[in-house]
């Protein structure tokens, strides 16, 4: 059984890790990748919510909650948080403080376990961000999206706000370690909302309709092609 003392001091130390990184990182970001935001009245102040978006760049996880005026949880691979000494320190302290969650992508269950941690977000009121798509699309293409992200917002009865980033995969690209001066562009749109128009369809029709229309909105706001297929597991 954990020590709820550990816990709470654990939650201290993330939110004011939180707190540090987004005084100090905003201004780095504004000054490599210029970021042009639009439609960010269409995020909630409060409430659960879901920020759904396409994937361009392991930065998008860094981008989306810089902009957004309130903390959002994204999920990273839990051997981001694993790492030993000093710089394993540094690491897990720089993820936890980004809002970050870890999910060990090699586990059976952890897709299972990935839906129930956004549930419990999402119950807590906060903002929950993630890529329908899976992975990073590394040909500019949108993918197909996948259904837990119809799955969480039925479920615990929140929007879905779609976003549409554009240039991310130049600011930093698959394989570079550190991200480059280019300007990047951050899209809101309208949020897409689990109502009664969904509760007399079969559950599985009813996740696919909200998921194609949630992808048709990044589709919009990102202007990739849709590749209208799934797109393959690679690299967070």
């Not at 993330?14 to 960010?40: D, I, K, N």
């Not at 897409?192 to 969904?198: E, T, Y």
């Amino acid at each position: 059984m954990s020590d709820p003392s550990s816990d709470r001091t654990s939650g201290r130390t993330s939110e004011w890790m939180y707190r540090t990184l987004h005084t100090v990182v905003p201004p780095v970001l504004r000054t490599l990748g210029r970021p042009h935001v639009e439609g960010l009245h269409h995020v909630p102040a409060t409430g659960g919510v879901l920020l759904a978006s396409n994937h361009l760049s392991f930065v998008d996880s860094v981008v989306i909650p810089v902009v957004v005026p309130r903390q959002v949880a994204f999920l990273a691979k839990s051997d981001y948080f694993t790492g030993t000494g000093l710089r394993g320190a540094a690491q897990r302290a720089w993820f936890e403080g980004l809002g970050m969650l870890p999910v060990d992508r090699d586990d059976p269950r952890a897709a299972r376990g990935s839906l129930d941690t956004a549930l419990e977000v999402l119950a807590r009121g906060d903002a929950f961000g993630l890529y329908p798509e899976g992975s990073r699309s590394r040909d500019g293409r949108l993918y197909r999206g996948r259904t837990g992200v119809a799955h969480l917002a039925l479920t615990a009865g929140v929007p879905v706000v779609p976003v549409g980033l554009v240039g991310t995969d130049r600011l930093q690209p698959v394989g570079a370690r550190f991200p480059r001066p280019v300007r990047v562009t951050v899209r809101f749109g309208a949020p897409v909302l689990p109502g009664a128009r969904f509760e007399d369809m079969p559950a599985g029709r009813a996740r696919r309709q909200l998921t194609d229309e949630v992808m048709a909105a990044i589709a919009a706001l990102s202007g990739q092609p849709e590749a209208g297929v799934y797109n393959e597991r690679g690299p967070v």
